[in-house]
């Protein structure tokens, strides 16, 4: 039972270890159907946009999801990244 505790610790705690956290959002986007040659230029981008690119809310990082959540705005047909969103305005967009 010790080392079974021990090895649920370790799991928590490397889950949330920065590199999972890109790991598993890339993960995702792919999975989306995203297609980007500089994945890891994309990643940084994202994630140090703070600012809706068309109503200049403040984005909500963290959470449940709401009008203000970050989303990464793609074509759904080609997948090209085309913008970081609020989640309102995302919808708004289409695919």
Known sequence: MKDLDAR??????RDKSAARIK??????????????????G???????TFVCDICDCILKVEGPNCSATRC????????????????????????
Request: charged fraction near 30%.
């Open 42 to 48: 994309l990643y940084e981008h994202v994630i140090t």
């Open 72 to 95: 990464m705005d793609h074509n759904h047909l080609t997948g090209e990244f085309r913008n970081v969103l609020c989640n309102k305005c995302n919808f708004n967009e289409g695919p």
């Open 8 to 13: 649920r610790e370790y799991n928590k705690a």
């Open 23 to 40: 790991s598993r959002m890339i993960r995702r986007w792919i999975k989306m159907g995203l297609i980007e040659e500089d994945i890891n």
